[in-house]
């Protein structure tokens, strides 16, 4: 795959653009969380669509699909970004992330299971942990039947994060936040009785959390058992398309305490809350939320907090 451009900085993140073979381009991440070193922790982020048809009203992914990568195509980001720093393949990182979590949801591309299956083989990586984060779309079943069967056989105790992406308790603007049909939250949480066994990692229900936006500790009881799932909030990340649709983010990343009362409410009905406020330094480079390029170029009025960095292209 040829390098189209890149952007970002070695301490924290690096966006790369790629072009494949069949002229297509694909973008990948790499960041480190400082001040931990790579030897610590290392994260990838690999595009699994080619653009992403849903178009989530808070994501610079969304939008200019055309298509579905090869098995190839996804391995090869992340050979791409660990042959440069591991050209022999072993990587020594004490937790080696890999997300399928940049341009589009893992659940429309079935070779996203074969791409987990390769992983241990391909690479020396003693703290390899894959993390698949979807939107759950309606008939999905057969994919998330191959990752659980993937995660039984390849990740157990604790080596696999699985996330479901659902905004809002209220289901009305959960399909507004999320511009498709999704599971209903009853076959999420069976999935979850299935899915999460002794040692394993707690799945995690993803809130990007929206000015009055309604996420109800309480509907989430009656549907997810706190021992088998966890709540993570963020804030909304700075992207255009938030921008153009008016979505605030509830939670201030400069103040965290903003998010307290939500977070009581939860641990009140006993789930584990992660507050999760990403390095503000990804936000300046755009690491955050796939199809940099894109966003960035047609983009009519700059951010003010995000896309900051130079591109440097071919
Ligand atoms: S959040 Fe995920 S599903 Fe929604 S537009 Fe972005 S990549 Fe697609």
Redesign the pocket.
């Given at each position: 795959m040829k390098v189209i451009a890149q952007t970002g900085h070695e301490d924290h993140a690096i966006v790369t653009i790629l072009e494949t073979a069949s002229g297509h381009r694909l973008e990948c991440v790499e960041s480190v969380q400082p001040p931990a070193g790579r030897d610590e922790k290392w994260v990838l982020l690999v595009s699994t669509?080619f653009g992403?048809?849903?178009?989530?009203p808070?994501?610079?992914?969304?939008?200019n699909y055309h298509g579905k990568p090869t098995l190839e195509e996804v391995i090869g980001q992340i050979d791409f970004m660990v042959d440069k720093r591991y050209p022999d393949r072993r990587i020594p990182c004490r937790q080696f992330k890999i997300q399928f979590?940049r341009?589009?949801?893992p659940c429309l591309n079935p070779v996203v299971p074969d791409v987990l299956r390769l992983l241990p083989e391909r690479y020396d990586a003693p703290g390899l942990m894959p993390s698949v984060s979807?939107?759950a779309p309606v008939g999905c079943e057969a994919f998330l039947a191959r990752v659980l069967e993937m995660k039984n056989r390849l990740y157990s105790r604790g080596r696999f994060q699985f996330q479901f992406?659902i905004h809002s308790t209220d289901s009305a603007v959960r399909r507004r936040l999320?511009p498709?049909q999704t599971l209903p939250f009853r076959t999420m949480a069976e999935f979850g009785d299935r899915f999460v066994q002794a040692g394993d990692r707690k799945i995690t229900l993803n809130f990007a959390v929206v000015e009055n936006i309604s996420v109800d500790a309480a509907v989430l009881l009656r549907h997810f058992s706190p021992e088998r799932f966890l709540v993570k909030l963020t804030p909304v990340n700075p992207t255009y398309r938030a921008v153009e649709n008016g979505l605030t983010s509830a939670i201030d990343p400069l103040r965290p305490v903003s998010a307290g009362t939500l977070t009581r409410q939860l641990q009140d009905a006993g789930f584990d809350v992660i507050l999760s406020i990403g390095n503000p330094e990804e936000n300046r480079i755009g690491s955050n939320?796939?199809q940099f390029l894109r966003s960035h170029q047609e983009a009519t009025a700059p951010l003010t907090d995000g896309y900051q960095y130079p591109i440097f292209s071919d």
């Open positions: 669509l992403c048809p849903i178009g989530c808070m994501c610079d992914a969304g939008g979590a341009m589009g949801d979807t939107i992406s999320i498709a939320c796939g």
